[in-house]
Nanobody
Framework: QVQLAESGGGLVQAGGSLRLSCAASGRTSSTYSMGWFRQAPGKERELVAA???????NYSDSVKGRFTISRDNAKHTLSLQMNNLKPEDTAVYYC????????????????WGQGTQVTVSS
């Protein structure tokens, strides 16, 4: 089993920045793909950004140019730097991990954190 724990959420004004972190523990693997998803009230969970073990990335069109995903394989951590935040970025953000890139992009990875709330005020 892999345990994932997110941190770094909070309340920020539009135009501000936040940095989310995800710490992985248990039977982690540096070969896993990892990603960030979010779910706003009344909406389906959606992919924000994902990263392969080798550093390849995929971003949602809505966050390209504003968010940056990164990982530290030695420390088993995943980060999401969020700049120029908008009210529509308000959501619970989840960290995910799994062996398959395809299932990661589909939102079907086997391991998920509990989520951290990000609220952007206008």
């Amino acid at each position: 089993q892999v345990q994932l724990a997110e941190s770094g959420g909070g309340l920020v004004q539009a135009g501000g920045s936040l940095r989310l972190s995800c710490a992985a523990s248990g039977r982690t693997s540096s070969t896993y793909s990892m990603g960030w998803f979010r779910q706003a009230p009344g909406k389906e969970r959606e992919l924000v950004a994902a990263i392969t073990s080798g550093g390849g990335t995929n971003y949602s069109d809505s966050v390209k140019g504003r968010f940056t995903i990164s990982r530290d394989n030695a420390k088993h951590t995943l980060s999401l730097q969020m700049n120029n935040l908008k009210p529509e970025d308000t959501a619970v953000y989840y960290c995910a991990a799994g062996a398959s890139w395809r299932t990661m992009l589909a939102g079907n990875s086997p391991y998920w954190g509990q989520g951290t709330q990000v609220t952007v005020s206008s």
